[in-house]
Structures are given as C-alpha cells and as structure tokens.
C-alpha cells in the first residue's frame, strides 16, 4: 500500500507500508548505523520519534529475543529503503513486519532515505508524520500537531522496581533505560532499584544507594525540572553516573547550559578521545544535545572530547564524585570499547566508600 | 607529535610482476604509498622489477629501482643506497618472505636499517604461522583448529583432533595451489601427497572444515599510540571453502546482527594490536549460520587486496595513511580525505552498499577448469556500488565481461537439470548464472540455499531479480514495471530485449516517462551527506547529487575497467597519466572506471570520478549530467575503445579515432581492403560465416595456406587464437565450437613466420613520432603480449624503418585520426607486412614510458588535445631513442589444480611482465629472467622434455648446455632421441610412472632448469601441465620456447669461460 511520510515544512517522501497501517507523528530522528535495527527500535531513548535509518537495506536479521533494549517499543515509526521480509538468521523468530504490527508501530519502506537524511541535514530537525495522502489537508494536519514536551514521562518507569543482586547498591534514575545498562550493572553484580524521573530526595535517601546512575532517554533536559532539583539535593551525598541525556541534567544540575543540535545524532561511530590518557575509542551515541564547551568558572572539567568536531563529550565535578557522558558506553547497538565506565562507576563508589570510612 | 625527522631514505619494496593471487592491487597500494612519502619529504628508494605498473614512475623525490626482487639484487641496492629505513607492506607475501631473508642475512643490523610499519622483518606472529597459532591459543581466540604435518604417521593424530571433513593445504604454496577436502582416510592420503609434493618444505596444513560457513572480514587502522580503527568489514556472497579473491563480496556485512558484528569487530581489533601492528592488518573470520561460533581464518598484517577494495569502497585513502602511519605520524593527525575538520580516525556509516565482483579469464585458455575452491583462479575484480544487492548484482555482472549484460548465459539455460544441480553442488565462476536458471526453473530459496550453501538471503536477491524479468514480460511499456527494474539495476538492453524493442526506443520512453539516473555521492559518513567527495555512484533509487560545474572545458576519459589476462594496470597507467596531462593544460577531468587496484580511481586523481559498468549506458548517463567538451576512448584499452562508435552515434564528441576508422581496422575484410588500397602487404584472410558439412571435403578449405591461424567471433566470445595445420585439423576445430552459432563468422589468417615487431606512435595528422619499436624474441608466438621482447630493435634496417614511419603516415591520413597508433609488423625476406593496427594507447606505452625518459603519454594527450608534433619540438617523424637495452618477459601464472580429479588440466596463463634494463642483450635479459623469479642456474642438470617438431634443434642446444657444464635430463621419447644422437641423457619417468619420476626430481632440487615445449595444438597432456606447475612451485626456471632457450644460452655462453683441455 502507498504512503507517505510528511515533513513539517511539505517535504513528502512516498513509500509502502509496512508494519501497522496507523497514522501517527513524531520528531524524525535518523540512525547512521548499518546493524542494529532491532535494538534501535527497542531504544526508549526513542521514544515519541519516527526513526529512519540511513543504510538502505534493513530486516535481514529478523527480530529475535536477545536485542530488546525494551519489550516494548515506544517509536513512532520506522522509515527504511529496502525491507527484507524474509530473515535469514538462526536466531530470527518473527520477520520485522510482524513484530511492528503486533506493536502497533507504523512502518514505511521503499523510502528514498538518502534524499530524507540530505534534507535533515541541511533543515534540521523537523516532525514528520505518516499518512495515507499528500494533500494540503495533511500538511495543515501536520504544522497544526504540537508533539508533546513529556517524553520521558511516557516512557519513565511509573512504579520503582528492582533489579536484585549481591553487590553494590545502585539507583538507576529512569529517564528512558535501555536493557544493557541493566545487564552492564548486573553483570558487576549491582543490586539495582530502578526509579521513575521524577524521584523525590527522600526515595532516594531512603534507599541510600551507593551510587546513581542517571540514564539516557529522549526529549529536551529542561523539562525535567524535578529530576533536575532531587539530583541538586543529592549530587553532595553520592557518586553519580550520567549517561546522554543524563549528562544533559547533570550539567544542568551544576548551572551548566547544554545547547540543542540542530541534527540529532544517532551514530554507532563516535570517535571519543579521553583527555588525560590520549586514548581514543568508538562509541555509539543518541543525543539531541551538545555541550561546546565548559564555562571558565565551571566546577566542572572536561574529561573527554570529540576526535573529529570540537564538542564535549565528558566531564567530571572538581569537588564531587559526580562524572557524565555524552555518548552510550553500553553500546547495543554499536562498538563496546567504552564498556569500561561501568567499571569506572563501580570504582567510584568503591572510592566513595573508603573515603567516607576514613571520614568516620 | 608528528612524522618522523630521523629518517632520510626509505626503502620501498613492491612486488614485483604480477600473478594470480597477486595481482594489480599492489598497482594502487603501491603507489599511494611511494607518492605519500616522496610528498611527506622522503627520499624514496623504490625496487619493483614490474613495468606495467604507476609505482614504478618518476615521482620527485623516488629513485626508482626496476630491477628484480631477489636478494641478490635488494643487497646490491641496499649497500649503494644505505637508506635509514625500510617498508614491507605493498610487496605481498614474495616479498615479506625475502624481507625475513634479509633479516637473517645480517645485512639489516649491519647497517643499522630500521624496520618502520609493522615489522615484518622478524619472524613473529605477524610473519610466521607457528608463532600465530601459539598467539592465538595464549589469548584464548577461536583460531580453526589446524596442526602442521610433514609425515604421514601422524594423520591418524590429525583426524582425532580435527574430525571430519579436514581442509589440506600445503605450506607456502602461491595462493594455496594444491589443496583441498578430504572426507575420509582414502581422499585424505591421497591429497596429502599431492600436497607434500606441491609445497616447498614438504609441510601440509590440515585443518577442521569449516565449509558452509559464512566469511567475513575485517580491515583494521593501528598506529604507534595504539589508537585503532575498524575502517572496514565486509560479508562473501560464497561460503567459506571458496578462496576469498574468487567471491563476491558486499560491504558492509549483510547478514549478520549487531551483537555479532561487535563481536568480531573486537577480536579483529584485539588481533590487530597482538601482532603489534601499525598501518593496515586484514583478518578472516568463518562464521556459523545455527550458532554463535566464529572462527579465525587467518590474520595479515600488511596491505593487500581488501584493502584496495576498502580505499575505494570508502574514498579512504588506506595505504596513504598506512605510510603516514609508519612514519610515526598517529590516525587523528592525519587529514579526513574529504570532511573538513575530521581526521582519518573514523570508522565509516554506509549509506550505500558496495559489492566487489571477482572476474576470471576462463574464456581465454580453452579447456580450463572453472571449479572454484580453496585456490584463488580470478585475474581481477571490479567494483560496483549501489542501494540495493539486486542493482549491485546486475552491475557487478556487466561490468567484468563486457558481452555478458544480465544474469543469463546461453551454456548455461542449455544445461539439463541434473547439469545445473553439479554445477552448484561443484561451484564454479558461473554458480551465480547457474542460481538464476535454477530459480527460472521453478527451484526453491531453501533448496538451492542447501545445494549451494549460499545463505538465503542472497538467493533471494537473485529470485527478486528473476521474478522482476517476468513481470518486465508482462507488462510491456508500463511506467511502474520499468521504474522498478531500474531501481533494481536491469540495463536498458536487458529490459529492450525483454520488451522486444530497441534501447534508443527504451531509452526514449524512459526520458519521457522521467525515469532518469541519480548520482550518489560515495562519502561513508552517512551522519554528514552534504559532504563533497567528488565520486559518484549512478543509481535509480536516490535523486542526484551531482551539479556539474560550467566554468571549463571538460574532458572525460573512460578507463579501462577490472584487470585481465592481457590487460594488467599498464592500461590504467595510460588512463591516470592521461587524466594528469589534462589536468596540466587546464582541462576539468571526469573518468568513469570500476576498478579497485586502479590507481586511477584514487581519490582525487580525476575532478570527478564515477563508478558503473564501462558500457555506452553509463558513458550516455554521465555525459547527460556533466556536458563534456570532449570524450577520450583511447586510454583505457580494448573496453574504452570499443565504445567509441555507440558514443559517437550520440552526439558526443570523441577525440582520437572516430568509430569509423576503428571498424576499418578491427574487422578483418575492412583491413585487408584498407592494406590493398594503400599498396600494403599483409596476411591473406578469410571468414567461415556459416557452419560447413565438411571441411575436407571443400576445395577451398585444403588449398588454405597451412599453417593457419583462427579465431572465433570475438564480439562473442574471447578464444585464443590456435594454429591449424591441415583441413581436417580445421574441421576437428570447427566441431568443438558448433555448438553456438553465433561463434561465427570464424577468422582464419595466413600463418606468417619471421621477425615481429610492435611499433608504437603518436600521429598528429601530418607527422608521425615513433615512440617505441619492439622485437620479438619468439617467432611463434600468437598474442604479443606472450612474447619475449627486446627493445631497441636489433636488426631493423633504416630503409625498413622509413617504410615503418610510411605505413603510420598513410594509415593516419587514411582514417583520418590523430593520436596513439600501435601497429604489429612482420619481416619476412625484406618484405614488410602489417599484422594489425590499433588506433588507441598499446599495452607497451607504460613500458616505453619508462625507458624512453620522456613522457609519451602527456606528448600524445596534447595531440589529441590539437597539438601539432613539429610545435612540441619533434621535426621530421622522429624515433625516440633509448640508451639501454630493455628485456620485456611475460610472468606466468597456473590455473590451479583441481581438487577433486586429481590433477587434471591445468593451463598456463600470462597474467604479467617483468622487464630487465642493462647495457647489453645478455644482461637485460638475465636481469628479466631474475625478476620474472626465475634465476638462471649456474651449474647442475637441465631437464628437456620437448615437443616432436623441436627434437632435432632441441637436440643442438642440449649438446651447447653440455658444453657448458650442464647436465641433460630428459624424458621418454626426448631421452630416446638425444641418446641415440649420442648426448650423455638421463633418464627420468613421467609423472605418477616408476619412480624416480620428475615430479620427485623436482621437489628433491635435482634439476635446476626445465626446458619444455608443446605440441601445436591439442590439450596440453597432463603430465606437460604438471611439470610447469611444479616448476613454478619449486622456482625451477621454465623455459617454454626454444627461441627463448637459445637467448638463455647466449646469455650462458656469455658469461661463461672456454674451458677445454689441450
């Protein structure tokens, strides 16, 4: 069947659906990597975006139960060149036509995602929706839509739920949380809580975790107002581990303002330079927000940089034991060289620990 | 930090002419790097013995060494030199193995010389695969399982601990030549000893099989701060088994997931610093299709083919930065070829897919065999990019063989069922043709997935394809059909053809239904498409991209596509020299190419550069969007050429020889009546147009002049020429090839025997410069580029040479053209005949460049470009000279054996020259023997083993070698003849008769030289084929042609002392 995705400026890009046959909107987001649909499409870090991919040959694979970054998807859409619809893979349980069906994601191939991803580059973000026509009716629909500001309150954990083990004890502030960083957590043995955006200081003392790890998830960091003011109560009492989106807060936290990039970067090929040590590694990243640089009087200081474009991609409190990262060192898809974080969160509250013993 | 200044002088080593295995790759490679580093500052002390390739120019700042690459040589060089350090990495394995001999020479550490890249001087993991496999076990890595044997007694060990089926394969041998599967003790004894035989150290690898698994590969970027970069993966269409340079492979990987991507993104980049490399290190993995198990196939830690194929699937400049690394320089200092402020530390976002299409020159040697295996048979590749594997498919196949123009062969729709099924079970270079008659033919995905082991997803492809075929049956000029068979890569003579119309019909509905070509920017760095590379891709499925600039005159030059037999990188040679002379006189260059190993397809070498098939489709295509002024078919061989009339025929204006004059030349009735009207002699020809009852039976057909040369068509298909010796012979012939008509009309010519000469020109409508004239050495020899040459003509008289300057005059006001004329002549009792004429750049300009001293190639652009000779300094139909003598010898290279029949046909193939330059004949040529890695012995025993019309001169030179010292071997009916002429013979078996037989005598290092020839005509004898293949092997020199014999004993004789008693 014809459709059509819409761009909120009248760009119309034709296409065959697939996936469910609904109408929806969202922010177009585009992923530059050649792997990992199924994980980028499980990716709540996603949520409310219609996301296209840029190499032009996805579904080879299938979906299989092993690359859930969440059970349930909270895309808008997904728009791609070719749709293979017959997976050839061992692992492969359903084809990508199905699984976007049964969730109820609309789904549009045969697009010339090339020409849309051009477009992007040169216009910027832009909101784009699917629909069964092309008329002026549907762009007036289109400019019309307000896409809501509260993504991360759709897709935050509404309860707090456990992730148990026998090691240390860590709040993970969900802001859009991805499997991996659960499994990466769990594999160094964390006993995890897993707690909604909007925590108050008092949950959190409660528990009284050894460490905080602030996740990645989508939509602007100004609006998370409550997590921003529980993270400034708290920040003195416990390392903190920001990723993405949490390195957005958490620079917010400390006065610091991020700025929105005028293309949203969904990349599976960042080169990250550590500051200190010179080495440099490849990351995925998903982030609508940049930090050029770090003001002169800042308590914070830069730890890691982009190789390629001037950007900050890490940074650490002078005082505090409180790191961020612009990028996604649990990967999922993409490169897994900056696994190492998570050790070095670990080792931080390790730290954390014997200092307060000594205090005592 | 920043590149090195304590080093001056860096040596430089390439590798040498090329065979299969080793092919034109090191073309591009290696003259990246030697330009990077002359460019960088250094003084480059480069050794190639190769002619035909661009490394071995005069750059500024590179002495250039075009001598052999033996250790002899290198130690000379070396010591007159003294460079600071020396580089490995562009030479291929011949020359790693003779970089380890100069360490162990001492001569590295005597004179302080430093290795720079990754040393590949010392035996380390990186350079020895003992040291690998412990490597690998240490770490724990998934290395195949495999154990080296050199006896028997310890097969029972190997099949406990590999299981069956096991992988044989001997150690060292040229791309794996002598292998295969054994499924049980029997087959397992059996191919071991053919290994045993095959391998220099008598040494076998076995190793668990791991076929049906899929094949992936990675290219890794390291430099000495230990930052890496995976530049570059990519999947093989074909199963593990097939020998990776015979496999079509697509980048980046198509079937895998992200989690297993990572996975062997990590273990190559964990390999990759274990063996402490800095440039470029290729690694293999097999990987299962039921589980998750991967194994390592194989690590190399230098430049090679992938890398070639990922420099331009990329437009990453790989072996530029590879020398920039091993220059202490670090990846993030290194420039991004084309992103402003990005560095060459990336690793790169497809938004396009890219297919490498291996092509093999079975065609040209009758009787070969196509199985592919474990033993690499492709002579080149090409390259196509596209936005879907259909498109990429569909062009990959019309790009190498240029008759072939969709997924369909008549010998092959001809098969019956249970043909077709063999040929997939046994795959060979037509299993891709084989999978889409099959699907025609109603078999299943999963059917033939299980036959060919070639995983599902790319035969569905192949089906897409076919289905698309029958849709474009029924649905005749209908907008929608046609738009998706575009999207999906049908040309417009495939789709014409199905819709029984012509392709200017098409191609007309097709502009009216809006249906044109858009050009793709290649810029890997998907997150950034605005970025400007300048190298295209034509596709339907995007917009285009390209806005073609007004301000100059452009010129568009049309390459000369994927390396052949025949046609190795000295074309592109003409085609990148070419590009840089236009771009000096000011000219907006544009090439369309599709070769990977060209070094014309480097980045930047054309303003714009667009890959597709080099067919009139695309030249149309492009020349629609960019308006060039004019078209250049004359610099990229026979392909370029063979356009220029379609070209024409559109209204572009083609410089050089029009369409007309090429088909005066090229089609054998035409010549004869341009040779007659310009009072010229030549061969007396004749056409077979239909098939005969009998040719024994024609008048005609008894009274031809035997012997006889003939061809077939050769718009259909390429065959070798064969020579006939009476009319049943002819009729034997025409019998093999009755089978398709279009194989005619047959060509017979008039057999001419006497002195040969190539002579090459530059003629600008008035004068003529001859730039080069070459002789012969072999009277018999069919092809020119088989034959020995030497250079300057020896025995040329001027009146012969005036005549010579007369016939390119006359030719060239005749036709009416202007620049590059190559033209073949024969001497025979004072008479001059003119065997062919070609009106385009020869094979020999990259040649003549280099000894001439003077650039040919930029003189002949600007004659075309309207130059007149006498304005550029040359008067009176000059011929350039040289101050040495030149040695041209063609390389040799085997089909390889086959793995199931035991050693059936093998075929000798020339696939590339060395050259020898020296004062005299004699040292030229012992200097060519030297390079082309066949030294001359200086004492021990010959073997001869010669056809029966060469007995009795056979017979004379044997007495001459024994004069010398030598001592004479020979075989049945040889041995016969020489011991009653009463020669001291030896006599030696056959192969596989009572021992000792010369297979064993040649692998014991009994005989030092071997000298044989063969019958006419016929299939060469199995044992004729072994001999040869065992001769390369054990670097025995090989002598083919006793013309080239008696210039070896001259050489001999030379050097040698009279030394008889009183």
Request: no cysteine; aromatic share 14%; hydrophobic share 25%.
């Given at each position: 069947m014809k459709r059509y995705l819409i761009l909120e400026d009248g760009t119309v890009f034709p296409g065959n659906a697939f996936g469910a046959r609904i109408n929806t909107t969202g922010e177009l987001a585009l992923y530059t990597g050649a792997t990992g649909y199924q994980e980028t499409i499980t990716n709540d870090n996603y949520t409310g975006q219609i996301v296209a991919f840029?190499?032009?040959?996805?579904?080879?694979?299938?979906?299989?139960?092993?690359?859930?970054?969440?059970?349930q998807p909270t895309i808008k859409g997904m728009v791609i060149g070719e749709n293979y619809q017959l997976p050839s893979h061992w692992q492969a349980q359903m084809t990508l036509d199905l699984f976007l069906q049964a969730q109820r994601i609309p789904g549009l191939m045969n697009v010339d995602t090339r020409r849309l991803a051009r477009h992007i580059a040169k216009y910027g973000n832009m909101k784009a929706s699917f629909m069964d026509t092309h008329d002026a009716h549907a762009h007036d629909q289109i400019k019309a839509l307000v896409i809501a500001n509260n993504q991360v309150n759709q897709v935050s954990t509404k309860q707090p739920f456990p992730s148990p083990n026998i090691g240390k004890n860590v709040v993970v502030i969900d802001l859009g949380l991805k499997n991996t960083v659960l499994r990466e957590l769990s594999k160094r043995q964390c006993n995890v809580t897993v707690l909604p955006f909007d925590t108050d200081s008092g949950m959190i003392n409660t528990i009284a975790p050894d460490g905080i790890l602030v996740s990645n998830g989508p939509g602007k960091p100004e609006a998370l107002t409550k997590t921003i003011a529980t993270l400034k109560t708290v920040q003195e009492r416990y390392p903190i581990f920001g990723i993405g989106l949490g390195f957005a807060v958490m620079a917010l936290v400390n006065d610091v303002p991020v700025l929105p990039r005028k293309v949203s970067q969904h990349r599976i090929n960042l080169a990250v330079r550590e500051k200190i040590t010179q080495n440099t590694n490849f990351a995925a990243q998903n982030s609508s927000f940049y930090l050029p640089e770090l003001p002169a009087n800042s308590d914070l200081f830069v730890t890691h940089v982009a190789v390629n474009h001037q950007e900050v991609l890490g940074y650490r409190h002078r005082y505090l034991p409180n790191f961020a990262i612009n990028?996604?060192?649990?990967a999922a898809a993409g490169p897994r060289d900056t696994l190492h974080f998570f050790d070095d969160f670990i080792d931080l509250m390790d730290a954390n620990i014997s200092r307060k013993q000594r205090l005592e | 930090m920043s590149k090195r200044t304590d080093l001056n002088k860096i040596l430089v080593i390439g590798s040498g002419p090329y065979v299969v295995g080793q092919s034109t790759e090191f073309d591009y490679l290696g003259t990246e790097t030697v330009v990077t580093l002359a460019q960088a500052g250094y003084h480059v002390i480069l050794v190639n013995s190769n002619p035909a390739t661009n490394m071995t120019d005069r750059y500024p700042n590179v002495s250039v060494y075009l001598e052999p690459i033996t250790l002899k040589f290198l130690t000379e060089i070396i010591r007159k030199e003294l460079p600071d350090a020396i580089l490995a990495n562009v030479g291929g394995q011949t020359t790693i193995n003779l970089v380890l001999q100069l360490r162990q020479s001492g001569l590295l550490d005597q004179l302080n010389i430093q290795t720079i890249g990754t040393d590949l001087t010392h035996q380390n993991p990186a350079t020895d695969v003992d040291q690998f496999q412990d490597l690998m076990a240490q770490l724990q890595l998934p290395l195949l399982n495999s154990l080296l044997i050199n006896d028997q007694g310890q097969i029972p060990q190997a099949i406990e601990r590999l299981g069956w089926p096991i992988m044989v394969r001997p150690v060292n041998s040229i791309g794996g030549t002598g292998g295969g599967l054994a499924e049980n003790r029997a087959q397992l004894e059996k191919v071991f000893n053919q290994a045993t035989a095959i391998s220099p150290f008598h040494q076998v690898a076995l190793s668990q099989s791991v076929l049906g698994a899929k094949e992936i590969e990675f290219e890794v970027l390291r430099d000495h701060a230990d930052q890496v970069a995976a530049i570059f993966n990519c999947e093989q269409l074909n199963q593990v088994g097939i020998h990776s340079g015979d496999s079509i492979a697509l980048a980046p990987i198509q079937t895998l997931t992200d989690r297993q991507v990572q996975s062997l993104r990590e273990m190559a980049i964990n390999i990759t610093r274990q063996l402490n490399v800095i440039g470029s290190c290729n690694i293999q993995f097999a990987v299962d299709t039921k589980t998750n198990q991967v194994w390592i196939l194989k690590a190399t830690a230098r430049l090679g083919r992938t890398s070639a194929f990922a420099a331009k699937a990329l437009g990453y400049p790989l072996a530029k930065v590879a020398a920039l690394l091993a220059v202490g320089l670090r990846l993030d200092e290194i420039d991004h070829p084309y992103e402003q402020g990005s560095t060459a530390l990336v690793e790169p976002a497809f938004d396009y897919l890219v297919c490498k299409f291996p092509g093999w020159s079975f065609d040209r040697v009758s009787g070969a065999d196509r199985t592919l295996g474990a033993e690499m048979k492709a002579t080149g590749e090409v390259m196509v990019f596209d936005r879907n594997v259909e498109a990429a498919i569909l062009k990959g196949v019309r790009s190498y063989n240029l008759r072939i123009d969709h997924l369909w062969k008549a010998e092959i729709a001809a098969l019956d069922d249970d043909q077709l099924t063999a040929y997939l079970i046994h795959p060979t270079d037509e299993e891709i043709f084989c999978l889409a008659e099959a699907l025609r033919r109603g078999y299943s995905v999963t059917d033939l997935s299980h036959i060919s082991k070639i995983d599902a997803f790319f035969i569905q492809k192949i089906k897409n394809i076919v289905q698309l075929e029958q849709e474009l049956v029924d649905h005749k000029a209908e907008i929608d059909v046609l738009k998706r068979a575009k999207y999906y890569g049908f040309s417009d003579l495939e789709i014409s053809r199905l819709w029984e119309i012509t392709t200017d019909q098409l191609r007309i509905f097709r502009q009216e239904a809006k249906i044109e070509p858009g050009f793709q920017e290649i810029n890997s760095i998907a997150s950034n498409p605005l970025v400007h590379s300048q190298q295209f891709f034509i596709t339907y499925a995007t917009e285009n991209e390209m806005t073609a600039s007004e301000s100059k005159e452009k010129v568009l030059v049309i390459g000369s596509g994927p390396t052949k037999v025949g046609q190795g990188s000295e074309v592109d040679y003409e085609t990148v020299h070419g590009l840089e002379e236009l771009r000096r006189l000011g000219y907006e260059t544009i090439l369309l190419n599709n070769n990977p190993d060209a070094y014309s397809t480097s980045v930047n070498l054309a303003d714009h550069l667009y890959y597709a098939p080099i067919n009139a489709e695309a030249v149309l295509n492009i020349a629609a969007i960019e308006q060039p002024t004019y078209v250049i078919t004359q610099l990229g061989g026979k392909s370029a050429s063979k356009l220029t009339a379609a070209l024409e025929r559109a209204g572009l204006k083609i410089l050089g020889a029009s369409g007309a004059a090429l088909n005066q030349v090229h089609e054998p009735e035409k010549m004869q009546r341009l040779l007659a009207d310009l009072h010229l002699l030549g061969p007396r020809i004749r056409q077979i147009t239909e098939p005969l009852a009998d040719a024994t039976s024609q008048e005609w057909a008894r009274q031809l002049p035997y012997p006889i040369l003939i061809h077939p068509n050769p718009e259909h298909r390429f065959s070798p020429t064969e020579i006939l010796k009476s009319a049943a012979d002819l009729q034997h012939y025409l019998t093999r090839f009755n089978r398709d008509l279009a194989n005619y009309p047959f060509t017979i010519r008039e057999f001419l025997s006497g002195d040969k000469y190539e002579v090459d020109g530059i003629y600008d409508g008035e004068q003529v410069l001859i730039t080069g004239i070459m002789e012969h050495l072999e009277h018999s020899s069919l092809h020119s580029g088989d034959a020995m040459t030497i250079s300057p003509a020896r025995n040329l008289s001027d009146s012969m040479l005036s005549q010579i300057k007369q016939v390119f005059l006359a030719v060239g006001q005749q036709l009416g053209m202007r620049g590059f004329m190559n033209i073949r002549f024969l001497v025979k009792d004072d008479l001059l005949y003119v065997l062919a004429i070609d009106l385009k750049g020869s094979r020999n300009l990259a040649f003549i460049n280099k000894m001439t001293r003077e650039s040919i190639i930029a003189l002949g652009v600007k004659v075309l470009m309207g130059s007149r000779l006498t304005a550029l300094g040359y008067q009176n139909n000059p011929v350039l000279t040289t101050a040495n003598v030149h040695v041209r010898i063609p390389v040799y290279s085997f089909t390889k054996i086959n793995q199931r029949q035991k050693l059936a046909k093998a075929q000798m193939k020339t696939t590339g020259e060395a050259i020898g330059s020296d004062l005299t004949f004699e040292k030229a040529l012992y200097k060519a023997l030297e390079a082309a890695r066949q030294p001359l012995p200086a004492y021990g025993r010959i073997l001869f083993s010669v056809a029966s019309h060469d007995l009795s001169r056979g017979l004379e030179m044997a007495q001459r070698f024994k004069r010398l010292g030598y001592q004479i071997v020979a075989t049945a009916h040889t041995a016969t003849k020489f011991q009653r002429s009463g020669l001291a013979t030896d006599f030696v078996h056959d192969i596989g008769q009572r021992q000792p037989d010369i297979a064993t005598e040649i692998s014991q290092g009994k005989i030092q030289m071997v000298i044989n020839t063969t019958e006419w005509r016929g299939p060469v004898s199995m044992s004729g084929a072994l001999l040869r293949e065992l001769s390369v092997m054990h670097n025995v020199p090989l002598i083919t042609t006793l013309d080239e014999a008696e210039a070896i004993l001259t050489v001999l004789e030379s050097r040698a002392f009279a030394i008889e008693p009183l």
């Open positions: 840029t190499y032009p040959q996805q579904g080879a694979t299938g979906i299989n139960r092993d690359d859930y970054e969440a059970i990028f996604d060192p649990e | -």
